[in-house]
């Protein structure tokens, strides 16, 4: 018959919980320090959330100039934080301009300008194309405002830039290595889509703010235009497959919108989202494993 063997003042029980309880400590500790690498750590700017990467960190989008005058400076607002823009106007006279954050206030927060010191000007009913990268780890960013002025002079009439459609998001699944593709109708009308085209496997050689939208990847085949309904309704939004993408490369999309009403009046979008970084990979790994030894120690602490 199995007795239980006695322990001296009770002392044996304590020091064995005392032991358990230091271990698991220090497996505590360890969860919590490779969680807080993981919650730090990025996918090439996006943060890891469950199994789906938020959207890319590359994005561009035509901006209107409806003043009906030349403007040869551009303040463009977002609605969070970028780590930088750059303008590009159609035409005469060409080239690309970079922005600089302004202070705020005089100017809101998170405005970038491009000012008549440059040499960018951009004719009366022209339009110009912002390219801009989100900071890392940040909600993504959309134009909000702005404004088209000459020689520091806001325009009479109609000095808010004009855009049209939102930021394209780009997801992929950390484990299946699905990408896809979500369009979000912003604007309270309809808008149609077309010319949409999608590339996957573009060479991290063009992933920088001047070149992103440069494809060298392959095409993947897919509707290449529909229509959205206004911003609230159930059809505002649509989500396309790109299936199974490589781990080294970035996703691309580019589009043109229109309102439904003025079907010639279009707009450019682009966006592109890389590949996991290995570091990133390796972390989940790391944390997976402390979490499974967490759960082990806790089953033998009841024991």
């Known amino acids: 018959m199995y007795t239980s063997k006695p322990y001296r003042d009770d002392n044996r029980p304590v020091r064995n919980f005392a032991r358990r309880s230091a271990h698991m400590g220090r497996n505590v500790a360890l969860a919590a320090g490779v969680a807080s690498a993981f919650g730090a750590a990025t996918w090439a700017g996006q943060v890891v959330l469950g199994q789906v990467v938020q959207p890319g960190v590359y994005f561009r989008q035509d901006v209107a100039n409806n003043t009906g005058a030349a403007a040869n400076d551009l303040a463009i607002t977002f609605s969070g934080q970028i780590s930088g823009m750059k303008v590009s106007p159609y035409g005469s006279p060409g080239g690309t301009y970079a922005g600089t954050l302004q202070p705020a206030p005089p100017a809101a927060a998170n405005t970038y300008l491009v000012p008549s010191t440059a040499g960018m000007s951009v004719r ?180």
Do not use: C, H
Request: aromatic share 8%; proline share 6%; net charge negative.
């Open 124 to 303: 009366g009913g022209s339009e110009a194309q912002v390219r801009w990268r989100d900071v890392a780890g940040t909600t993504p960013s959309t134009i909000t405002g702005g404004t088209w002025t000459v020689n520091g002079v806001a325009a009479a009439t109609n000095p808010t830039p004009a855009t049209m459609g939102g930021v394209i998001g780009i997801t992929r699944d950390q484990f299946t290595g699905v990408a896809s593709v979500t369009f979000t109708n912003s604007e309270p009308f309809a808008v149609n889509y077309t010319n949409v085209a999608y590339w996957v496997n573009n060479s991290l050689d063009n992933y920088t703010i001047d070149s992103f939208d440069i494809p060298t990847g392959s095409s993947v085949p897919d509707s290449s235009s529909f229509s959205l309904a206004a911003s609230g309704s159930p059809s505002n939004s649509l989500t396309v497959s790109l299936g199974t993408v490589d781990t080294v490369g970035y996703e691309l999309v580019t589009a043109t919108v229109a309102a439904q009403s003025a079907p010639s009046t279009t707009y450019t979008l682009g966006a592109a989202a890389a590949a996991p970084e290995p570091a990133t990979l390796a972390l989940m790994g790391i944390a997976a494993g402390a979490l499974l030894l967490i759960r082990r120690q806790r089953k033998e602490s009841v024991r």
